[in-house]
């Protein structure tokens, strides 16, 4: 469960607010779709509730847990890949899966379960000893995904994580978000692609200027924008615009 | 703009982050106290230094002055300056042209390669000028003010200074490029690439060896006869590169117009050389960037993964491991941090080698103390002016998202960055400690304080550099030579000089108040030591509140 209660985030002094009194609930079992134009404070908000970032005001709790006063814990239970797949180029693939499972505490049993069956799911096994320098953007987008996922957090964050990922990776991607679900665990994300907002998120937030506009099921969406049964496309822009 | 022109002024917006400052400070005035502040700060720190060095070099004048020598100020200034430019110049192209991230940038615009090479020789140059700076103008002013020299001393000097690192610089491109092309086409490139730059330091090593075989011992008597030798200016400079000579002509000669030519024959055997070497350069440079950029991966795709790979380990060691591992497979940190390891010790080597110190040693334990206690110094000063851990967090850059993430405490990385900092200073002080227990045939007890010491002195120098990179980290990099070249090894350095110089200090007035050595070693001791354990409690204060402000 990811609870966001009046967070703020401002820059330079306060004269810009990435992120605006934002609240928010996202339930276990819920796969919640984060949306929003570019620069909206989507990517804020997400390093926010994963401690990448500090709120100005107000709190953000995983699990129940403060992200201020137990980061720690917060982090422990949370799998997190950033919009950019930045990585240690020069350790191999296995590295640094290996570095993420003894910082994670993860069983030596549980990992040398779990490593192999996400690497094959990804189609990594036979690059796994080779640097991350050699890998392409989708390969590091999926060695990121497959770290993120090795613990089998409670909470999984994943910032734009269709980007650079090919068709087959992409829908293996929302397989396993939906099964992640399934677990009664909570999945917050960020996309641009509305059709797979549209299609695998059970609630749909929409941020704009740092403020959530509109938040809810596809149903609410439409009822809220007044334009009857129309795509979250249309949807977007119908509020965005506003 | 021309694109030479073009290209040139966003080298020099980004390797000196113009953009940034401008962006940060000066957009609002109530912020613009902040670089002042610092560069009046750094100018305070570097004062006790440059009195330092015109304290010295006025006595060596004054020392010259007696056997007529006195351009030999010149020799030392000219010569040393290109010896220095040479090697620190070599590492700084090699990873200029290595290892930039922009040159990806780069490549695909319609820049002829002689543009980019120029563009980034001229940011590399500027460089140079400030390294060089403090070190020659004290020099270059004992030397105009002692000799009373005449108005158009000054400015030849100015132009014998911005010539100065030209010729190195261009030797150093020529063996630079040519490594780049057949760099492409070796297996293990990063290995490659270390081994060529090790090469240099050989170079290094030879012009010393050299030089050292046509100057003097330590005896002073030697060395006034040395100094007293019509041979000493060619000795020391000519023989081992003319145009020395005529720079040092160019500001000793009496009549301005022989020193003019003088300077015009520096001047063009300096920019000459230029003219074939930037084009032939050029020809090389394309094949030798895009072969850089290719990695090679196993090939094997049907790879099964056994147990064994996934060996597990505590989270500090683990932390501590993946530290060593992107350290040494990063050429630039490797040659960048490592450099001082391996020249430090080489150079006390030559030295002690070319004199007989170790004969004329008398029987006694004092002495050998205060050589103990000296090469402790030399341990604590070269890991001051060690950047490893002074960018220990700005080496992570835009990957710092994975630390932030991890359940580790922000004390329990910094401490595993400590003690990757202190792998090398305890590895140096033995190789240190080594070369005065064979040259001065100490006993193994000697040996044994020297790496204590040293190693206990290391301990809040790495913790120094440690606390300024977690005040002032650069994690925006996107070259990695970026991230271990900034003012912080300065920093770490200078504040190391400052606690470092008062308790030697404090050392030396216990001395003259005749405190036997032995207790002066034991309040060394436990002085670091209790330095050392302040400094940590502070650093992991610092660390658990600066991490996520980052």
């Given amino acids: 469960m990811i609870e966001f209660e009046k967070v703020s985030k401002s820059y330079n002094n306060g004269q810009v607010r990435a992120v ?141 994580p269709m980007v650079g990922l090919d068709p087959r990776s992409a829908h293996l991607l929302k397989e396993i978000m939906r099964e992640h679900c399934n677990r009664g665990k909570t999945l917050f994300f960020s996309t641009h692609v509305l059709e797979v907002a549209e299609k695998l998120c059970d609630r749909i937030g929409i941020i704009n200027r740092g403020k959530l506009i509109a938040c809810g099921t596809m149903q609410e969406l439409r009822r809220m924008a007044d334009i009857g049964n129309q795509s979250l496309e249309t949807i977007f822009l119908e509020l965005t615009e506003k | 703009m021309n694109p030479f022109f073009a290209l040139t ?73 290109q010896l220095m430019v040479l090697l620190f110049g070599l590492f700084y192209l090699l990873s200029t ?11 695909p615009l319609p820049l002829r390669p002689r543009d980019i090479i120029g563009a980034k020789m001229a940011v590399v140059l500027a460089s140079e000028y400030l390294t060089l700076l403090p070190f020659i103008a004290p020099i270059f002013i004992v030397y105009g003010i002692r000799c009373e020299a005449a108005w158009w001393y000054w400015p030849f000097a100015l132009a014998v200074f911005l010539l100065l690192p030209v010729i190195p610089l261009a030797i150093s491109l020529i063996l630079i490029i040519p490594l780049m092309r057949f760099t492409a086409l070796v297996k293990n490139r990063d290995l490659f690439r270390i081994l060529g730059s090790l090469a240099g330091v050989a170079i290094f090593v030879i012009f010393q060896l050299t030089v050292n075989r046509s100057g003097p011992g330590a005896d002073g008597q030697q060395l006034q006869q040395w100094l007293s030798s019509e041979k000493v200016l060619s000795g020391i400079g000519g023989t081992v590169f003319l145009p020395v000579n ?63 790979a996934f060996k597990s380990h505590s989270p500090v060691p683990a932390f501590l491991l993946r530290e060593l591992k992107v350290f040494f497979r990063t050429p630039v940190f490797v040659l960048n941090g490592l450099i001082g390891y391996i020249i430090i010790p080489v150079i006390l080597f030559i030295s002690l080698q070319s004199n007989t110190m170790e004969e004329t040693l008398p029987d006694n334990f004092q002495i050998r103390l205060i050589i103990a206690l000296v090469a402790a110094g030399v341990i604590i000063l070269n890991n001051s002016l060690s950047s490893i851990a002074s960018t220990a967090i700005s080496r992570e850059g835009k990957m710092f998202w994975i630390s932030k993430h991890l359940p580790l405490s922000a004390r329990e990385q910094v401490t595993a960055k400590l003690m990757h900092s202190m792998i090398f200073p305890i590895i140096g002080a033995i190789l240190i400690a080594l070369i005065p227990y064979f040259f001065f045939k100490l006993t193994a007890a000697y040996f044994f304080l020297i790496v204590v010491l040293g190693v206990l002195g290391s301990l809040p120098a790495a913790e120094i550099g440690l606390i300024i990179d977690l005040i002032r980290p650069n994690l925006d990099w996107t070259d990695p030579q970026r991230a271990i070249k900034g003012f912080n090894g300065l920093l770490g350095f200078l504040a190391g000089v400052l606690i470092f110089g008062a308790l030697a200090l404090a050392g030396v007035v216990l001395i003259h108040y005749g405190v036997q050595l032995t207790l002066v070693c034991l309040f060394f001791s436990v002085a670091f030591l209790v330095l050392g354990l302040f400094l940590y409690w502070i650093l992991a204060r610092l660390a658990e509140k600066r991490y996520p402000l980052l």
């Fill in chain 2, 9 to 81: 002024k966003t080298q020099f917006n980004q390797t000196f982050g113009l953009s940034v400052l401008k962006q940060k400070y000066f957009k609002r005035i109530s912020q613009v106290w902040k670089p002042v502040g610092f560069l009046l700060l750094m100018g305070l720190a570097l004062m006790p230094f440059e009195i330092g060095l015109i304290g010295f070099f006025n006595q060596f004048y004054t020392l010259l002055e007696t056997t007529n020598q006195e351009p030999v100020l010149l020799t030392m200034a000219v010569l040393g300056g």
């Fill in chain 2, 246 to 308: 005529w720079a040092v002509a160019a500001l000793s000669l009496p009549a301005p117009l022989g020193a003019m030519a003088k300077l015009l024959a520096f001047a063009a055997v300096s920019l000459v050389p230029l003219v074939p070497v930037l084009p032939m350069a050029g020809k090389w440079f394309f094949r030798g960037v895009t072969g850089g950029y290719e990695v090679r991966s196993s090939g094997r795709r049907s790879r099964v993964i056994t147990d064994a």
């Fill in chain 1, 20 to 160: 605006d009194d934002l609240t928010l609930t996202i339930n276990p079992g819920e796969i919640f779709g984060f949306l929003g134009p570019n620069g909206a404070g989507k990517t804020t908000a997400i390093k926010m509730l994963v401690g990448l970032l500090i709120h100005d005001s107000g709190s953000i709790k995983v699990n129940g847990i403060d992200t201020r006063t137990d980061p720690l814990a917060v982090k422990k239970i949370t799998g997190y890949v950033p919009d950019q797949p930045e990585v240690y180029e020069k350790l191999t693939g296995l590295e640094y899966l290996n570095f993420i499972a003894d910082v994670f505490r993860v069983p030596p049993v549980v990992r040398s379960r779990n490593i192999p069956r996400l690497l094959e799911t990804f189609e990594l096994t036979g690059v796994a000893g080779d640097l991350i320098q050699s890998y392409s953007h989708g390969m590091r987008q999926k060695i990121l995904l497959t770290a993120a996922l090795m613990h089998d957090p409670e909470v999984l964050i994943l910032d734009e």
């Fill in chain 2, 97 to 107: 042209f290595y290892f930039s991230g922009d040159l990806k940038l780069l490549l």
